[in-house]
């Protein structure tokens, strides 16, 4: 492709209708880094599922790529995860307490 061109990528057919690994969001990445296109437009259409792990490396690698990045058909469901995969984890103290053994009577 020529300069100025925009990239368009199905993650569907570039990765699967599942994404799950930290490594393929990596990959995807490597390729659009390796473009000459400036801009890049990835289609979520078709993309059932994401994980954790796959969404919060792509928006790392996403915020810091020099290429324009934009989104197109992301599902609900996928925007809730990428948006919550940003978001930092607050842990929840437990307090410990004491538990006495059940007795079973066999």
């Known amino acids: 492709m020529s300069k100025g061109k925009i990239l368009r990528i199905s993650l569907k057919r570039a990765i699967a209708p599942y994404l799950a ?3 393929s969001a990596d990959r995807l990445f490597d390729k659009i880094e390796s473009s000459s296109c400036k ?21 790392i690698r996403k915020q810091s790529s020099p290429k324009s990045i934009s989104e197109v058909k992301v599902p609900t469901s996928i ?15 437990v307090a410990r307490t004491s538990v006495k053994p059940m007795r079973l009577l066999l």
């Open 21 to 23: 690994l930290r490594a």
């Open 39 to 59: 801009e890049v437009v990835i289609d979520f259409s078709g993309i059932e599922a994401i994980t954790r792990s796959f969404a919060h490396q792509y928006s």
């Open 79 to 93: 925007k809730s995860v990428m948006t919550l995969s940003v978001k930092p984890i607050h842990m929840v103290a």
